[in-house]
């Protein structure tokens, strides 16, 4: 019996799934941080191998037995990387074969109904993907200022400090913001917030639950939150429109896959922004935000790449057996 192993990890954490050739789940694992831009080669490493081994164990299996492991990656941007990735994972001996694609791959493998669309990733950081009627397929370099990127969750924590600050020294309007982010830093001033993060007495992953903060004070009227939440959601948009344009998809009903720990921020203001933006563009687009977790489309992808077809009904037996993480 064929064993398939899927990983899916990005900035924040690492997911593992074990298929088996009837699509039935063995087993499931986690780790942290899988991006190696963020932590390094060997941290992120250590995660996928941790993700990885405790799938293995609740399967009751052994990495020989893995006839071929997709893993979507956070960080697989550039030629350099792919060379990189997957000679460091085919070292770790996780899998008879490893395959390594961008996680924007599990993302529109997950999420789409057809082979062609587009997906927009709004995790810990930003990217996009997108694949044509004939085959063709983009993946955004996602490497964040220097690629022309903006977004994601370590960005809008970002934007959430600049906005409390503008409010501190008068430059921008008072906000509810300021009350939360200092309650939740545990900071009693803005000058103390400053002094803190100038001096890295808070480290920057410290910084990413303010995100969905961010949308709690949005969602409650907030002007200045408001705004934010606009700005992410318009640029959400703006890159669904580029890929549609470039994949020729502009006047298809194509889905647009809106994936990402960001996507699920309170309220409703982000996702009808991006569908605004969309559809002023590509008026018979459909918004999609997917019931099937990354990690099960990576999984569903390592069985189609070692050449098994996928029984009826297993993507719709995974949307109700494994909970979208």
Request: contains cysteine; aromatic residues 4%; glycine residues 14%.
């Amino acid at each position: 019996m064929g064993i398939f192993l899927g990983v899916d990890a990005g900035g924040s954490k690492t997911h593992a799934l074990l298929l088996d050739e009837s699509g039935a789940v063995l087993g499931f694992g986690s780790g942290g941080c899988g991006n190696h831009q963020t932590g390094g080669l060997d941290s992120a490493l250590r995660e996928i191998s941790r993700a990885v081994t405790g799938a293995l164990e609740q399967a009751q299996a052994r990495p020989e037995q893995v006839a071929l492991g997709c893993f979507c990656l956070a960080g697989a941007d550039l030629p350099q990387d792919f060379r990189m990735l997957g000679k460091a994972l085919e070292a770790q001996r996780l899998a008879q074969q490893v395959v390594v694609k961008n996680d924007c791959i599990a993302a529109l493998r997950c999420g789409l109904s057809r082979a062609w669309g587009v997906a927009v990733i709004c995790g810990t950081g930003f990217n996009a993907a997108g694949r044509a009627q004939d085959g063709r397929e983009i993946v955004l370099p996602g490497l964040g200022a220097i690629s022309g990127d903006w977004g994601g969750g370590a960005d809008l924590a970002l934007e959430v400090i600049r906005a409390v600050m503008r409010a501190w020294d008068g430059r921008g309007r008072p906000t509810r913001l300021t009350r939360v982010v200092l309650e939740r830093l545990g900071r009693d001033s803005e000058e103390a917030l400053l002094a803190d993060l100038y001096n890295r007495r808070i480290p920057r992953r410290s910084l990413l639950p303010l995100a969905p903060l961010l949308f709690e004070i949005a969602d409650g009227g907030d002007g200045v939150a408001r705004e934010i939440v606009t700005r992410m959601g318009t640029e959400a948009g703006v890159t669904a429109n580029a890929l549609l344009r470039r994949l020729d998809l502009l006047d298809s009903d194509a889905e647009v896959v809106l994936s990402g720990s960001v996507f699920k921020g309170q309220g409703t203001l982000l996702v009808d922004t991006v569908r605004g933006v969309v559809r002023a563009a590509a008026p018979r687009a459909r918004m999609v935000q997917p019931r099937l977790a990354p990690v099960a489309g990576a999984a569903l992808l390592a069985m189609e790449l070692a050449g098994c077809t996928i029984p009826i009904g297993v993507q719709a037996r995974l949307e109700t057996t494994l909970s979208i993480q």
